[in-house]
């Protein structure tokens, strides 16, 4: 700060003087920052890149060997991926059931809360009721509730149905295997639905109100308002939400342990790698495999719609 | 390839239900949306018709149904979000004053239970280390990573290879992270990249995470290196805010790069910094997944989030699994009281 005020003719000389200096000074700053960038940039790939490696190597290999002897003796085999996907014995993973399952499970609880929520954030921006700003920040801070708090009696809603002063009012949902992904459906629905309807309420109340005047002017309904005119221009946004939300139902561990069972009817890769790990931890050659598995599609999704993401994050977090 | 593919159908049916019930609801909501308004409005126009030709005076217009239109538009969110989240909450606060079978009243007794049992206690001193450690390590590495790839080359590249953990489950880091950590006795080659470098510095190879309280930190090592990828997006998109003027002033001020940062940056990503730790804080304390999996909550490791599903569904204790799901809740309560009062401030400064 003391150098930084000096009087303008000194100032002046101070830079023309410190040029040469500077210089090299810069140039070494900039050669450590790049140093100092590239080692945090190894130290966070490294472990991953070890995981990648090691599941293609023969299961000997891996147990006995690092990952980074590779280099001077490589021996590369699918044997692992086959083995953990369609592997018959049960200890093997079956890992490609548990994909199909976490497929199922993924889809609709990314599309039921998106279009919910549009539609909830399209009334709470657009149409004239009262208490609408009340309700808003009610839904808005349903964010702060951790989802701990409606495990139990959620599960017990769906088992033993609502029974209120001894008359079922709502009857047990009783699902047997598959059908249990209409719960997980249910519960990630709900979860996601406060942040939904904050992030996309973000986007849909910064639309034009000319705009939606016009169409009002033209006798347009609200219910054609939203198909013809929002929708086509939040579509950026439901991107964004859509990947959010994809991300956090497959990558979820938590809700799907607690509604799916432990099954291969039902639960997802990530019940079945959790178990994995925990009952046959030094089995390497399926962990290493059956993660990779589980990380390549959203890997995908993210790698190519990134640019919806970080939107998203940036609006999600910055202006909440 | 022994995979049978007609046992996984039933699943693609299910799917499929799912999907038709996504199609049914969302596209019978829309459609009686549309329909509902046009009858009426064909009946006024019946009114207005039978009205003219019979002479009488012409009906007053109703104010437009504004509310009703809302009301079927917010539905399904509030029918959902009553059932599944508002009403469940409340009955876990209920709940977590009875006991374990949810029959009678037992009062505070489950909260005295979680201040006085010591691997309750220790549980709490944990969620308290990992709230700590977490968004300060993983907002510092964003931090440091952000203003030393800014403008450089290949910055996008280098952003993403930081970004990518985002990606990756808690489960999946969890292994990863696992096999970094992985153990052989010392006659042994090691296979973990810990070890290894342990072994060629001299030392001798540890099982890391049965050593409490090492292996609590270790597991923090994972969440920071999911987060620090999220801290630094934002803040980097933060950095890339500031206006040009006002560095390009300072530059011409001769103002060392040292200074340049703690006086031009640090002010002026302060909104983004708070945002990003207080979103991490939250969400290192439900932290649950990598506990879980990485040591299933033993060795001196477990967390608020781990104890309480244990209590609520391994050992059936409804009350002691919901006092500590209202305490979680308890805790988030001053963070996002703090995050409000600075967004006010921002608003008014």
Known sequence: MTTATPTVPTGAQAIRKSTAAGRVRKRLNSRTATLVSIVIAIAWTVPTVGLFVSSFRPENEIKTTGWWTVFSNPQFTLENYQEVLFGRSSSSGQLASYFINSLAITIPSVLFPLAFAALAAYALAWINFRGRDWLYIAIFALQIVP??????????????????????????????????????????????????????????SQLPADLMEAARVDGATHPRIFRTIVLPLITPALAAFGIFQFLWVWNDL???????????????????????????????????????????VPLIVFLSLQRYFVRGLLAGSVKG | MEFDFAAEQPKFLMLMYGLIAFVAVVGGLLLLLDVVPAWFARRREAQLVAASV???????????????????????TLLLLAVGLVGPAIRTTLLSFMDAGSNNWVGLRNYGWMFSD???????????????L?????????????VLVDKARLEAVAKSLIFLPMAISFVGASIIWKFVYAYRSEE??????LNQIVVSLGGEPKQWLLDSPLNTFLLIVIMVWIQAGFAMVVLSAAIKAIPADIVEAAR???????????????????????????????????????????????????????????????????????????????????????QIRNLRQQREG
């Not at chain 2, 042994?188 to 990249?193: D, E, M």
């Not at chain 2, 979103?279 to 990485?294: E, M, P």
């Open chain 1, 147 to 204: 989802l701990q708090m409606a495990l139990v009696p959620l599960l017990r809603f769906f088992s033993t149905g609502v029974t209120i002063a001894g008359v079922q009012v709502l009857p047990a949902w009783d699902l047997v295997d598959e059908q249990k992904f209409a719960q997980v459906w249910f519960a990630h629905t709900c979860f996601a639905l406060p942040f939904a309807v904050f992030l996309l309420h973000n986007f849909i």
């Open chain 1, 254 to 296: 938590l809700v799907a342990l607690i509604f799916a069972g432990g099954g291969n009817e039902t639960a997802p890769l990530t019940v079945r790698l959790a178990e994995m790990a925990g009952s046959r931890g030094n089995e390497w050659q399926r962990l290493t495999a059956g993660a990779f598995v589980s990380i390549v």
């Open chain 2, 54 to 76: 019979s002479g009488a005076p012409l009906p007053r217009r109703g104010k437009p149904q504004e509310g009703l239109f809302a009301l079927f538009f917010l539905l399904p």
């Open chain 2, 118 to 132: 010591p691997t309750i206690l220790r549980v709490l001193t944990n969620t308290l280390i990992w709230v700590i």
């Open chain 2, 134 to 146: 977490v968004p300060l390590v993983a907002t510092s590495f964003g931090l440091i990573y952000a």
């Open chain 2, 188 to 193: 042994q080659q090691q296979i973990g990249l």
């Open chain 2, 252 to 338: 011409l001020d001769g103002v060392s790069p040292w200074q340049m940062f703690w006086q031009i940056t640090m002010p002026s990503i302060r909104p983004a910094l708070i945002v990003v730790v207080v979103t991490l804080s939250i969400a290192t304390l439900k932290v649950f997944d990598i506990v879980r999996t990485a040591t299933n909550g033993n060795y001196d490791t477990s967390v608020i989030a781990n104890e309480m599903y244990n209590q609520a569904f391994r050992y059936g204790q409804n009350g002691q699994g919901s006092a500590l799901a209202v305490f979680l809740f308890v805790l988030v309560i001053p963070i996002v009281i703090y």
